[in-house]
């Protein structure tokens, strides 16, 4: 069996060329930002404006080292390799000061051959990384593409490094260097596994047929099944999701393509939708006498999961189909979840995506801005059964085709999708964001660009990428971009087949009515401010007004501000402070989205899906996240829980303010739902003025008007117009699943009466139990405690009866041992009638 001997650890690292000859230590995995934050050589770059500062660090070379020790055995090995999981990214790489290799490309993994720069005892690799900034300054100084995204570092697009690093309208102008992840010397000595591709093949309910290709490798050679004369054999062992075997066979090494059938299989269902059931694939690798040379496991969802454009009669659908099933998409787009990538950890992303799941997400995409995550990343998806729509990493530039950028983007493109394909969530490959549309509708940006670039878009995303992952997986939906319709600049943002951007709503200041008819929106959005704690994370008191510097630092889009308040104006009187204002508009950012996502999933059938821009923060900043920088839930994912239940209800107005309304019961399971709704008209004090109800049944997988109301006789006058709402709620049997509500004036125009907020708190075992009431209608009651952060079971909700509503805090979201009465002391109630002066 080889051996692996892990460089990870500690390194020394300097300045190169500096005038001073001072080393620092840093960890690998990790970041030179990281690492100069470590050795306190800067302020953390989130701090107010420190990130211009420490940019400009980034514009410097630097250089890390470390030694390690050589065994004479080690150097008897058949061959020697360095493994390198993640560079980022211009790098010449030494050992014992040769050179070994030179890398240009964050997103690939590199494996170079070593043994014959090694030595018994002590040895020493060093390896230096040239500024990124310098690289693109310099390109954009010497090439003819003018675009760059908003906020963006011009040149960014020549450098194989994810381009979000260099700015985007949500995100800082950091682009950090170093060795991010696993760095390793593999020492080789017998056959070892070099890539295992499994396909599934679902006959039908009772069987599913796994198609096993093995490739093994020798040193000094490439795949054949022999080492020096002696056979090898491959161990397949199986195990079902509880652990049992399967099935344990023993191939021979004549055998590189094989298969096993798994019979009567637990299926793998997108959350919402079923269980996700994980089996285990182990693959041992074993010579003629059963000693293991070296080993493969991954786990696997049995599932289908493709993309349907079929005609229908609207156009052509785009809806992603699991076993079959056509799903309506629900979720959001995914960023990166940090600059400095050492604060990315296991623990913080796979709680995000259990926020995901809280919210009733069974979709992520993964934007193609930023760069691949991490392992753990995708298992978590795996387990909670969050789909992921994987763009290639591509987004809103324009990119030159040469061998060089040929080769990296090709290879990087084959290594992602071996490391990917087997795993259960994986729906579609994207080829990029947004380039089609920009070509075809030819941006502004993108005028007056040589047409070779425009002829290189197409030789990228629709001949040599889809052939790159073609090679490595040719089961999975490719699509060339987002949004597209299927490619060739054929109207790529066409709302009747593929998938759709729609950003008049925000970008052009339209109203929320403005929402049309798509097949799939993959991508909208509407921005608000970070709760003030986060707000208080990165300023000094004198700084917290939106239109200080550094709160303008924290906003990168230079026109957010002014949108925000104007679409507060449309809708809300002025708040009274900064708090208030992020209040308000997170409650702004919440409307707009929910009137979306609710009158697409009306539409059920004609359109399919809601990815909504953007699921989090890669730093603490005013932007389109529903969970900020600190996993601070925003109004809006509390606001997606609901909106995003599988059962649930929804409103749909003749028009905004109407008092002709529709009311919508949504079964987005694939069982029939029994249930029960009513409609009540109430004033302010909660008194019923009219009421209805209705009960049936909903077919698994539907949308069905159940109701319709016409309130005119009571809102032809005004004052009475002002202060009465409908309570629109849904039961299964006794329990209230679902309540929506809707007013008939703007929020500005209605009468809230000064809410007295009676609070009570009690607990069981593993939870607080939170109640709150009060003697008139209040309207998107938000809680908070001063000195904690939890999750509540809801937030930003109504209050519409006497019985006020009552929430839940699971006790291990606490870091200390807190009491009922500690609970009611620290927690914070505020509605929309506290948020102005009276």
């Given at each position: 069996?080889?051996?692996?001997?892990?460089?990870?650890?500690?390194?020394?690292?300097?300045?190169?060329?500096?005038?001073?000859?001072?080393?620092?230590?840093?960890?690998?995995?990790?970041?030179?930002?990281?690492?100069?934050?470590?050795?306190?050589?800067?302020e953390?770059p989130?701090?107010?404006?420190?990130?211009?500062?420490?940019?400009e660090?980034?514009?410097?070379?630097?250089?890390?080292?470390?030694?390690?020790?050589?065994?004479?055995?080690?150097?008897?090995?058949?061959?020697?390799?360095?493994?390198?999981?993640?560079?980022?990214?211009?790098?010449?790489?030494?050992?014992?000061?040769?050179l070994v290799a030179?890398?240009?490309?964050?997103?690939r993994?590199?494996?170079?051959?070593?043994?014959?720069?090694l030595?018994?005892g002590?040895?020493?690799?060093?390896?230096?990384?040239?500024?990124?900034?310098?690289f693109v300054?310099?390109?954009?100084?010497?090439?003819d593409?003018l675009?760059?995204?908003?906020?963006?570092i011009?040149?960014?697009?020549?450098?194989?490094?994810?381009?979000?690093?260099?700015?985007?309208d949500?995100?800082p102008?950091l682009?950090?260097?170093?060795?991010?992840?696993?760095?390793?010397?593999?020492?080789?000595?017998?056959?070892?596994?070099e890539d295992?591709?499994?396909?599934?093949?679902?006959?039908?309910?009772?069987?599913?047929?796994?198609k096993?290709?093995?490739?093994?490798?020798?040193?000094?050679?490439?795949?054949?099944?022999?080492?020096?004369?002696?056979?090898?054999?491959?161990?397949?062992?199986?195990?079902?999701?509880?652990?049992?075997?399967?099935?344990?066979?023993?191939?021979?090494?004549?055998?590189?393509?094989?298969e096993?059938?798994?019979?009567?299989?637990?299926?793998?269902?997108?959350?919402?939708?079923?269980?996700?059931?994980?089996y285990?694939?182990?693959?041992?690798?074993?010579?003629?006498a059963?000693?293991?040379?070296d080993?493969?496991?991954?786990?696997?969802?049995?599932?289908?999961?493709?993309?349907?454009?079929?005609k229908?009669?609207?156009?052509?659908?785009?809806?992603?189909?699991?076993?079959?099933?056509?799903?309506f998409t629900m979720?959001?787009?995914?960023?990166?979840?940090?600059n400095?990538?050492?604060?990315?950890?296991?623990?913080?992303?796979?709680?995000?995506?259990?926020?995901?799941?809280?919210?009733?997400?069974?979709?992520?995409?993964?934007?193609?801005g930023?760069?691949?995550?991490?392992?753990?990343?995708?298992?978590?998806?795996?387990e909670?059964?969050?789909?992921?729509?994987?763009?290639?990493?591509?987004?809103?530039?324009?990119?030159?085709?040469?061998?060089?950028?040929?080769?990296d983007?090709?290879?990087e493109?084959?290594?992602?999708?071996?490391?990917?394909?087997?795993?259960?969530?994986?729906?579609?490959?994207?080829?990029?964001?947004?380039?089609?549309?920009?070509?075809?509708?030819?941006?502004?940006?993108?005028k007056?660009?040589?047409?070779?670039?425009k002829a290189?878009?197409?030789?990228i995303?629709?001949?040599?990428?889809?052939?790159?992952?073609?090679?490595?997986?040719?089961?999975?939906?490719?699509w060339?971009?987002?949004?597209?319709?299927?490619?060739?600049?054929?109207?790529?943002?066409?709302?009747?087949?593929?998938?759709?951007?729609?950003?008049?709503?925000?970008?052009?200041?339209?109203?929320?009515?403005?929402?049309?008819?798509?097949?799939?929106?993959?991508?909208?959005?509407?921005?608000?401010f970070p709760?003030?704690?986060?707000i208080?994370?990165?300023?000094?008191?004198?700084?917290?007004?939106?239109?200080?510097?550094?709160m303008?630092?924290?906003?990168?889009?230079?026109?957010?501000?002014?949108?925000i308040?104007?679409?507060?104006?449309?809708?809300?009187?002025?708040?009274?402070?900064?708090?208030?204002?992020?209040?308000?508009?997170?409650?702004?950012?919440?409307?707009?989205i929910?009137?979306?996502?609710?009158?697409?999933?009306?539409?059920?059938?004609?359109?399919?899906?809601?990815?909504?821009?953007?699921l989090?923060?890669?730093?603490?900043v005013?932007?389109?996240?529903?969970?900020?920088?600190?996993?601070?839930?925003?109004?809006?994912h509390?606001?997606?829980?609901?909106?995003y239940?599988?059962?649930?209800?929804?409103?749909?107005?003749?028009?905004?303010?109407?008092?002709?309304?529709?009311?919508?019961?949504?079964?987005?399971t694939?069982?029939?739902?029994?249930?029960?709704?009513?409609?009540q008209?109430?004033?302010?004090e909660?008194?019923?003025?009219?009421?209805?109800?209705?009960?049936?049944?909903?077919?698994?997988?539907?949308?069905?008007?159940?109701?319709?109301?016409?309130?005119?006789?009571?809102?032809d006058?005004?004052?009475?117009?002002?202060?009465?709402?409908?309570?629109?709620?849904?039961?299964?049997?006794?329990?209230?699943?679902?309540?929506?509500?809707?007013?008939?004036?703007?929020?500005k125009?209605?009468?809230?009466?000064?809410?007295a907020?009676d609070?009570?708190?009690?607990e069981?075992?593993?939870?607080?139990?939170?109640?709150v009431?009060?003697a008139?209608?209040?309207?998107?009651?938000?809680?908070?405690?001063?000195?904690?952060?939890?999750?509540?079971?809801?937030?930003?909700?109504?209050?519409?009866?006497?019985?006020?509503?009552?929430?839940?805090?699971?006790?291990?979201?606490?870091?200390?041992?807190?009491?009922p009465?500690?609970?009611?002391e620290?927690?914070?109630?505020?509605?929309v009638?506290?948020?102005?002066?009276?």
């Amino acid at each position: 069996m080889g051996k692996t001997q892990s460089l990870n650890g500690v390194w020394e690292w300097q300045q190169e060329g500096a005038a001073h000859d001072a080393i620092y230590t840093g960890e690998v995995p990790g970041t030179l930002i990281s690492d100069m934050l470590r050795n306190k050589l800067i302020e953390d770059p989130y701090w107010r404006c420190n990130e211009y500062e420490v940019r400009e660090l980034m514009g410097m070379d630097y250089l890390y080292g470390r030694s390690f020790p050589v065994s004479r055995e080690d150097l008897e090995c058949s061959g020697a390799e360095l493994v390198c999981a993640g560079l980022d990214t211009i790098a010449s790489i030494c050992i014992n000061g040769c050179l070994v290799a030179e890398t240009r490309d964050m997103h690939r993994t590199y494996r170079f051959p070593i043994k014959e720069y090694l030595q018994e005892g002590k040895n020493r690799i060093e390896i230096l990384f040239r500024s990124p900034l310098n690289f693109v300054r310099k390109e954009d100084e010497e090439n003819d593409i003018l675009y760059a995204s908003t906020g963006c570092i011009r040149g960014n697009a020549a450098l194989r490094k994810a381009h979000y690093m260099f700015g985007w309208d949500w995100g800082p102008q950091l682009p950090d260097m170093g060795i991010f992840r696993d760095i390793a010397i593999e020492y080789i000595n017998t056959a070892k596994i070099e890539d295992v591709h499994i396909r599934q093949e679902h006959e039908d309910r009772d069987n599913v047929r796994l198609k096993i290709e093995i490739k093994v490798k020798q040193p000094f050679s490439c795949g054949e099944s022999r080492v020096g004369g002696q056979s090898w054999f491959a161990e397949v062992e199986i195990t079902d999701p509880e652990g049992k075997p399967v099935c344990k066979t023993v191939r021979s090494s004549g055998e590189l393509q094989f298969e096993e059938i798994i019979k009567e299989p637990e299926l793998w269902w997108p959350n919402g939708l079923g269980e996700q059931p994980l089996y285990k694939v182990s693959i041992r690798l074993l010579d003629e006498a059963g000693t293991s040379l070296d080993t493969y496991e991954c786990r696997m969802g049995l599932r289908t999961v493709t993309v349907s454009t079929d005609k229908n009669e609207y156009g052509n659908e785009f809806a992603i189909t699991v076993n079959g099933i056509r799903i309506f998409t629900m979720g959001a787009n995914y960023i990166p979840e940090d600059n400095i990538l050492t604060r990315v950890t296991k623990e913080r992303t796979e709680r995000l995506i259990e926020d995901c799941a809280a919210a009733n997400f069974n979709c992520l995409r993964v934007w193609g801005g930023g760069y691949y995550p991490d392992d753990y990343f995708y298992d978590k998806c795996d387990e909670e059964g969050i789909l992921v729509w994987q763009d290639l990493m591509f987004g809103c530039n324009v990119y030159a085709l040469n061998d060089n950028f040929e080769e990296d983007i090709v290879e990087e493109t084959k290594d992602n999708v071996r490391r990917l394909r087997h795993h259960a969530c994986l729906a579609l490959w994207c080829g990029n964001n947004e380039m089609e549309w920009g070509w075809a509708d030819e941006w502004a940006r993108l005028k007056g660009h040589h047409p070779r670039y425009k002829a290189d878009y197409t030789k990228i995303f629709e001949y040599i990428l889809p052939r790159a992952i073609r090679a490595c997986d040719d089961i999975t939906f490719y699509w060339p971009s987002s949004p597209s319709s299927g490619g060739a600049f054929d109207n790529p943002n066409g709302i009747n087949r593929g998938d759709q951007h729609y950003w008049e709503v925000w970008h052009s200041g339209k109203p929320f009515t403005e929402y049309g008819d798509f097949s799939f929106c993959s991508e909208y959005g509407f921005q608000s401010f970070p709760h003030s704690k986060t707000i208080a994370s990165f300023t000094l008191l004198k700084d917290r007004n939106i239109f200080s510097k550094v709160m303008e630092s924290h906003q990168k889009n230079p026109a957010a501000n002014g949108k925000i308040l104007n679409y507060i104006a449309d809708y809300f009187l002025y708040p009274k402070d900064t708090d208030s204002l992020a209040y308000i508009s997170q409650i702004l950012q919440l409307k707009a989205i929910e009137y979306g996502v609710e009158h697409w999933r009306r539409k059920r059938g004609q359109c399919m899906g809601s990815l909504y821009w953007q699921l989090n923060d890669c730093w603490p900043v005013a932007s389109w996240a529903s969970i900020d920088y600190y996993g601070r839930w925003k109004a809006l994912h509390y606001g997606a829980r609901r909106f995003y239940a599988p059962f649930t209800i929804s409103i749909g107005e003749e028009k905004e303010l109407s008092p002709h309304i529709s009311y919508y019961v949504h079964n987005d399971t694939r069982e029939e739902e029994r249930c029960r709704t009513e409609i009540q008209l109430k004033d302010h004090e909660f008194r019923v003025l009219w009421e209805k109800a209705w009960e049936g049944g909903l077919p698994a997988l539907s949308v069905k008007k159940c109701m319709e109301a016409d309130f005119s006789s009571w809102t032809d006058d005004e004052a009475a117009r002002s202060s009465v709402f409908s309570v629109f709620r849904l039961y299964r049997g006794e329990e209230l699943v679902a309540e929506r509500t809707v007013l008939f004036v703007k929020p500005k125009h209605f009468d809230y009466k000064a809410p007295a907020y009676d609070v009570s708190v009690s607990e069981s075992d593993h939870s607080f139990h939170i109640t709150v009431k009060a003697a008139c209608f209040c309207q998107y009651v938000e809680l908070y405690f001063k000195d904690f952060d939890v999750i509540f079971s809801d937030n930003f909700f109504d209050i519409t009866s006497p019985e006020g509503i009552t929430v839940h805090v699971n006790k291990k979201d606490f870091e200390c041992h807190m009491t009922p009465e500690l609970i009611k002391e620290n927690l914070v109630v505020r509605s929309v009638a506290d948020s102005y002066k009276s």
